[in-house]
């Protein structure tokens, strides 16, 4: 985002628009800074992996990476700034992300309960399942059936997750949507 300098006469109204543009350079810093830089997924945690989930994975990382909004609220408190790196792992069944900030340093570790996304995970799992393998010879309006399916359950899940993320992460739909889909990577047991 450029910030534009506003040239002109001196008047009431252009010191006005000064202040305003000022408001509007200051917020877009703060947004570029609660943004995720880069992701990682606990490899360990992941058994197994077909063709489809890692096309998934590879489309969910690049585009959370290209666009998104994240803000953790204790680092922030810590006057910590991103762009963050994150690393994601599953560990006794909660997810665990661990922050770095845009120097390197530990931000901290954000612990979610997974009890919330368990049900919802396993209804992803299956109907992934069944359209895949409606690919093969389902017709189209059978994919596509089951492609809405999918989507619903997908959008249930990412609802979920923002309630979970609630007071700890600041996102928007779309960065948890993807958040979701690495999840589910994360969970995927062969």
């Keep these: 985002m450029a910030c534009l300098w506003i040239a002109g006469k001196t008047s009431p109204n252009r010191h006005f628009a000064i202040a305003a543009m000022r408001r509007v350079c200051e917020a877009g810093k703060t947004m570029r800074h609660n943004t995720i830089a880069s992701i990682t997924l606990d490899e360990a945690t992941i058994i197994a992996r077909n063709a489809d989930v890692e096309g998934e994975r590879a489309v969910a990382l690049r585009d959370l990476?290209?666009?998104?909004?994240?803000?953790?609220?204790?680092?922030?408190?810590?006057?910590?700034?991103?762009?963050?790196?994150?690393?994601?792992?599953?560990?006794?069944?909660?997810?665990?992300?661990?922050?770095?900030?845009?120097?390197?340093?530990?931000?901290?570790?954000?612990?979610?309960?997974?009890?919330?996304?368990?049900?919802?995970?396993?209804?992803?799992?299956?109907?992934?399942?069944?359209?895949?393998?409606?690919?093969?010879?389902?017709?189209?309006?059978?994919?596509?059936?089951?492609?809405?399916?999918?989507?619903?359950?997908?959008?249930?899940?990412?609802?979920?997750?923002?309630?979970?993320?609630?007071?700890?992460?600041?996102?928007?739909?779309?960065s948890a949507r993807r958040l979701f889909t690495l999840i589910c990577v994360l969970h995927i047991k062969g």
């Design 65 to 174: 990476v290209e666009e998104n909004h994240f803000a953790p609220a204790q680092a922030l408190a810590r006057g910590q700034t991103g762009p963050w790196a994150l690393h994601l792992s599953v560990i006794d069944g909660r997810l665990v992300v661990n922050l770095r900030d845009h120097t390197g340093v530990d931000a901290g570790t954000i612990g979610l309960g997974m009890a919330r996304l368990r049900r919802v995970i396993r209804d992803y799992f299956a109907i992934c399942d069944s359209y895949y393998k409606a690919l093969r010879k389902a017709t189209a309006a059978e994919i596509e059936t089951l492609d809405m399916a999918r989507r619903a359950i997908h959008d249930r899940g990412t609802r979920a997750l923002l309630e979970i993320l609630e007071g700890k992460v600041e996102t928007d739909f779309d």
